[in-house]
């Protein structure tokens, strides 16, 4: 009677547990896997989202963006260039420019929680709207060049605008990319130092290690998951944003900015309503296996020097 | 408070549950029909939401049926607000669509109702000639959505899928009286050439070299190729030899001397772009040239509301069609006017019999004039003798560019000649790259273009 007791309750609580768990897993089936499912089976079929069926063309979407399509492919490459020039200048960018500013910050007693907050402000107000402010600070006739003016720098100011120019384009949305991501990267290796061992830098100090080399020889080193977790992110917004190209220049001009992301959005929503969404869903597939491609490769990186 | 038994509570729970989903069911659905109804409309233009609100207010005077006006924007997210209403069975009653385009997609899709046995010749009589059939499935439009990649597949011959609400052209510059003045030039006369009008350009720019140039939003790099090169381009050559630029023939598509001769053409605005044009999305050009920081736009007979929402006199506005070239076959230029946006049904609704009353109550000489006024927009519906005093000066000036497609004027609306794979925003951008980029020639874009052109027909 008491096994028999004790059995009871333990399929109540398991049952209570999975009543608990249910509406979770109800979600993620709705929300994750059939959208992901659903997703998946549109990148091997043709549809304008209208339309009541869809076309099955197998792996034809994927032929298309990567060579099939002979005006499709090179579009696609020309946007897969600028996608890694972006992947690569960023992430370099907000280690370059987040670990002098974190050990900086570090290191000052004065006003730090002051400059803490100034320095993340960039990424708690990114967004469209600040992207659209970027955009007439970036005009011909906006705040940048006239400041460039104002300083006797005209010779690098920009007639047509420093997103109108195709030299320029590229490098400032990545400069105003950088800009949204260096806090995150700052705050993440503050939390790096923070966590080093003072005992550490104590011995390096008694060692007789300069300031630079401390820097290289020991923080650097213990700070490699932190870099290796700054890169990741970046890249990834790197490989999937898109909003800030969208608003800020449509990929423009001339499609000199054009990238990925963007690339997939439009072939979703503007492509004059033909059926090209599952050419998007390809695209978006593609880009989930590099991403995931990447991760794979981060993990290695974690992995081989922690 | 005494304890629920387990059955009693389960019992409670399934109560509620039943109860909120009939009560769910009667907040979200109103089939009632005639007075007292309720109309959903949708439109994808802000613009016309207060236009429409007090046409509805009226309608309702006279039919007790009420209309819900919603505005879902931009494009994008009203495309996309129709694509899950469809899937949801939750469409509007009503919506205002992009004529002679999207309206053959939804209706192809079976989202907009067939209204061929609704709208009669009597009714059809009421629109700009050019217009009427602007929502008629013709037999060479069905014949292209048989084609593989065609966006409208599943249209059929004969269907009818929306009455045209408004209706203008491209093609239409735009120039700020005051600069010319500034400049020593007349407004009452303006250019009648593209040579006259490129000086035009040429003298205001060596005025005022910042604030003196031409804007237009390239930002959207469909708009320089549709709304300037295309135009300019009939004129030049004639219906025959542009229409042939479009074919599958490399002799005489983009890359013959046809071809050239026209980008040659274009190029001759490269000195005189507003600095930054190409960043301009179209609004952000129109708000350019309000702000006086452009003196010419180019745009279509749609610009002017544009203009007045963004503060400027329309009074202080001139406006002219885009002249045609020395020499030209069909010059000088006419552009004949084309229905925009058109009124639609849901296939969906139980309300059609309302929906046609209100689309009717729209398209009436009376409400189309106010409804035109209000907006700054032209309106499908011819308004005859009484349209100078419907439409006032300003919109009157502008319908006088206007000309019959049948006598050689340029159909902007006339697209059965391109491949159904033809994508204008990848010519747009290789326009742009000429001009103002000056990053190819008219020799080199023309092969190029020919190239696109070519493969699109693959």
């Known amino acids: 009677m008491e096994v028999s007791h004790k059995r009871r309750r333990k399929l109540r609580e398991a049952l209570t547990g999975y009543a608990f768990v249910l509406p979770a897993l109800v979600l993620f089936a709705v929300l994750g896997v059939y959208t992901v499912g659903y997703g998946l089976a549109l990148s091997f079929a043709r549809w304008n989202g209208f339309s009541a069926n869809w076309i099955w063309v197998g792996l034809g979407n994927y032929r298309d963006l990567l060579y099939r399509d002979e005006t499709l492919s090179p579009i696609v490459r020309d946007a897969a260039v600028n996608t890694a020039v972006v992947m690569i200048a960023v992430p370099l960018l907000a280690v370059v420019a987040g670990l002098p500013v974190a050990l900086a910050l570090n290191r000052i007693t004065a006003l730090r929680t002051t400059l803490r907050t100034v320095y993340f402000l960039p990424y708690v107000t990114t967004g469209i709207a600040v992207f659209y402010a970027w955009t007439y600070v970036l005009q011909p006739e906006g705040s940048l060049n006239a400041i460039l003016k104002g300083l006797g720098l005209g010779t690098l100011a920009q007639p047509q605008g420093f997103l109108g120019n195709p030299a320029t384009a590229l490098p400032t949305l990545i400069a105003v990319l950088a800009w949204s991501s260096i806090p995150v990267a700052i705050l993440l290796y503050l939390t790096g130092l923070q966590s080093i061992d003072p005992a550490v830098l104590d011995a390096a100090r008694v060692d007789g290690a300069t300031g630079l080399r401390t820097i290289s020889a020991v923080i650097w080193p213990l700070l490699r998951p932190i870099t290796a977790a700054v890169v990741l992110l970046n890249l990834r917004d790197a490989l999937q944003g898109f909003q800030m190209f969208l608003v800020m220049t449509n990929g423009g001009p001339g499609g000199h900015t054009n990238v990925l992301g963007l690339q997939a959005y439009n072939l979703a929503f503007f492509s004059e309503l033909r059926p090209t969404l599952g050419l998007a869903s390809a695209l978006g597939w593609l880009l989930f296996v590099v991403a995931l491609i990447l991760a794979a490769v981060n993990v290695r990186v974690l992995k081989s020097r922690t | ?458």
């Open chain 2, 1 to 458: 408070m005494g304890k629920c038994q387990p059955g009693t509570r389960i019992l409670g729970a399934a109560v509620a549950v039943v109860a909120l989903f009939l009560g769910g069911v009667a907040c979200g659905s109103d089939s009632s029909s005639g007075a007292g109804s309720t109309l959903e409309m949708w439109t994808f233009k802000q613009a016309h939401v207060k236009p429409l609100q007090d046409a509805a207010a009226s309608f309702k005077e006279k039919t007790g049926i009420t209309v819900n006006v919603t505005a879902y924007t931009p494009d994008d997210a009203f495309k996309s607000k129709i694509q899950s209403a469809a899937a949801s069975k939750n469409v509007a009653d009503v919506l205002e669509v992009h004529a002679a385009g999207e309206d053959f997609v939804l209706g192809g899709s079976g989202i907009l109702a067939d209204l061929s046995s609704v709208v009669t010749p009597e009714w059809k009589s009421r629109f700009l000639k050019g217009t009427a059939d602007a929502g008629l499935v013709a037999e060479d439009r069905y014949q292209r959505s048989l084609k593989p990649k065609a966006p409208d597949a599943g249209i059929k011959t004969g269907q009818y899928f929306s009455v045209p609400l408004t209706a203008g052209t491209f093609g239409i510059v735009y120039a700020n009286k005051s600069k010319l003045v500034a400049a020593g030039l007349d407004p009452a006369k303006p250019p009648t050439t593209w040579s006259e009008f490129i000086n035009w350009l040429k003298i205001v720019n060596a005025k005022d070299p910042q604030t003196g140039g031409l804007t237009l939003g390239l930002k959207a790099p469909t708009t320089g190729f549709n709304w300037a090169l295309q135009p300019l381009t009939f004129g030049l050559l004639g219906k025959e030899k542009y229409q042939a630029l479009f074919s599958n023939d490399p002799a005489r598509s983009w890359a013959s001397p046809d071809g050239q001769r026209a980008l040659a053409l274009y190029d001759q605005l490269t000195p005189y772009w507003s600095p930054g044009t190409q960043t301009l999305g179209i609004d952000d050009a129109d708000r350019a040239f309000a702000q006086g920081k452009a003196a010419f736009d180019i745009g279509g007979t749609f610009t002017l509301a544009a203009f007045q929402q963004n503060g400027m006199n329309p009074g202080d506005v001139v406006a002219f069609g885009l002249p045609a070239a020395e020499g030209s076959v069909a010059g000088p230029l006419k552009l004949a006017p084309l229905a925009l946006t058109g009124l639609a049904v849901s296939a969906q609704t139980k309300k059609q019999d309302d929906a046609i009353k209100w689309l009717d109550y729209l398209t009436s000489v009376e409400q189309a004039g106010a409804f035109a006024q209000a907006s700054l927009d032209l309106p499908g519906t011819d308004l005859g003798a009484d349209a100078s005093r419907l439409l006032g000066p300003d919109l009157t000036t502008l319908q006088n560019v206007f000309g019959d497609a049948a006598a050689g004027a340029y159909d902007p609306a006339d697209v059965t000649f391109f491949s159904p794979a033809y994508e204008d925003k990848l010519a747009g951008e290789a326009l742009v790259r000429m001009s103002p980029l000056k990053e190819s020639t008219p020799a080199s874009l023309s092969q190029e273009l020919g190239t696109m052109i070519a493969t699109s027909w693959k």
